[in-house]
């Protein structure tokens, strides 16, 4: 069983909960990936800067100026901090973009009624090259970056999706379990209330949820992901607490399972 986990930006801005995080995926069995969102450090380092963070939707404007940012934050300062924590817990972490290797490709996004600069959307994903890596033992640390070949660009790409297109890609050589692990203990009806966690979540109670807005914003894309997962081959999808996730992987007691039937 492969293991990818997709760590949010919250966490990774708290350095308490982050170690704790880091100490427990290093302990996982291989083969395992990381996949982790930027966080709030690139709106701290725009401002030193004096670049404009825009956000739209919650989403953010990736200008040429902001595409500087994000490249050096999210594939720099945080992959580096976290390649180097997980190496200082005998976790021989390698730290990627889409670039490198060319193994994750993205065309830039168009056609939507907002320009969101240089964000991508992901093509492509070198499935075989990631699989040796993972054979000889390495564990691919992946920023939430990826390559436009046809701009010689790096493009800022959502690190939901972009867990969920690695998990889709390596479906064919592994059974997969993807785990995303954010703040909170799972979907909830109730997002004031920790303990109102769903504990599994089909198709039509999503839709149900929805619909009287008990699931909303942010955490719909990340479910609209999961479904994709799985519909494409991954064995399971899980979301969860950070502080949960030796109990999601391990024991399946902890988060939300995300199913299709």
């Known amino acids: 069983m492969l293991t990818v986990i997709k760590i949010g930006g919250n966490v990774v801005d708290n350095p308490t909960l982050r170690q704790q995080f880091l100490k427990d995926f290093a302990e996982l069995s291989l083969p395992k990936i990381l996949v982790h969102g930027g966080g709030k450090i690139a709106t701290q380092v725009a401002v030193k800067l004096d670049v404009e963070t825009v956000m739209v939707e919650g989403r953010r404007v990736t200008d040429a100026a902001m595409l500087d940012v994000v490249t050096m934050v999210y594939g720099g300062l945080v992959n ?12 021989n972490a390698l730290g ?16 939507w009624s907002v320009d969101y600069g240089f964000v991508g959307d992901i093509e492509s994903v070198n499935d075989e090259q990631i699989k040796r ?3 000889v033992g390495l564990v691919p640390v992946f920023a939430p970056l990826t390559f436009d070949a046809s701009l010689a660009s790096m493009l800022n790409t959502n690190a939901d ?72 081959g991954v064995k399971q999808v899980t979301i969860c607490h950070a502080a949960d996730l030796r109990k999601a992987v391990a024991e399946g007691t902890a988060g939300t399972r995300i199913r299709l039937q």
């Open 80 to 91: 580096k901090q976290l390649v180097a924590q997980l190496q200082a817990l005998d976790c």
């Open 96 to 111: 990627l973009t889409g670039a490198d290797g060319g193994i994750i490709r993205s065309k830039k996004r168009t056609g």
């Open 133 to 135: 890596f993972l054979e």
């Open 161 to 232: 999706t972009q867990a969920q297109a690695i998990s889709v890609a390596l479906a064919k050589h592994f059974e997969v379990n993807l785990v995303y692990c954010f703040e909170k203990k799972g979907v909830l009806t109730n997002p004031e209330d920790d303990s109102s966690v769903i504990p599994e979540l089909l198709p039509e109670t999503y839709a149900e949820h929805k619909a009287s807005g008990a699931i909303y914003a942010g955490m719909v894309p990340k479910l609209d992901n999961a479904f994709k997962a799985l519909a494409d």
